[in-house]
Nanobody, 127 residues
Framework: QVQLVESGGGLVQSGGSLRLSCAAS????????MAWFRQAPGQEREGVAC????????YYSDSVKGRFTISTDNAKNTVYLQMGALKPEDTAAYYC????????????????????WGQGTQVTVSS
């Protein structure tokens, strides 16, 4: 398994930008498909972005498409989530996840498909 540590969360005004980072250790990073999920209080965990290890294919949920970008830096064993045009409804705890077998597609993301998780980082967007 890979160990994941998120950072970069914080408080930002509506319309602003924020970049989340997730540093991985303990295994070969570029063998893992990486994803970002988020969970707001009282709501289910939502998969928002994914990048496949095999070919770099990506997936974005409709709620973030065009505003968020997922990317990886294999030299730094890090995955990023660049978030722009933030809205108050983006407020949530954001979690990084990894799995060696998952392939990102337009079928969406399920948290049950990912075996490794970070501890989460809070993003709060004020109106």
């Amino acid at each position: 398994q890979v160990q994941l540590v998120e950072s970069g969360g914080g408080l930002v005004q509506s319309g602003g930008s924020l970049r989340l980072s997730c540093a991985a250790s303990g295994s070969v990073f570029n063998f893992y498909t990486m994803a970002w999920f988020r969970q707001a209080p009282g709501q289910e965990r939502e998969g928002v972005a994914c990048i496949s290890s095999s070919d770099g294919s990506t997936y974005y949920s409709d709620s973030v498409k065009g505003r968020f970008t997922i990317s990886t830096d294999n030299a730094k064993n890090t995955v990023y989530l660049q978030m722009g045009a933030l809205k108050p409804e983006d407020t949530a705890a954001y979690y990084c996840a990894a799995d060696p077998d998952y392939y990102c597609s337009e079928n969406g993301l399920s948290s049950g498909d990912f075996g490794s998780w970070g501890q989460g980082t809070q993003v709060t967007v004020s109106s």
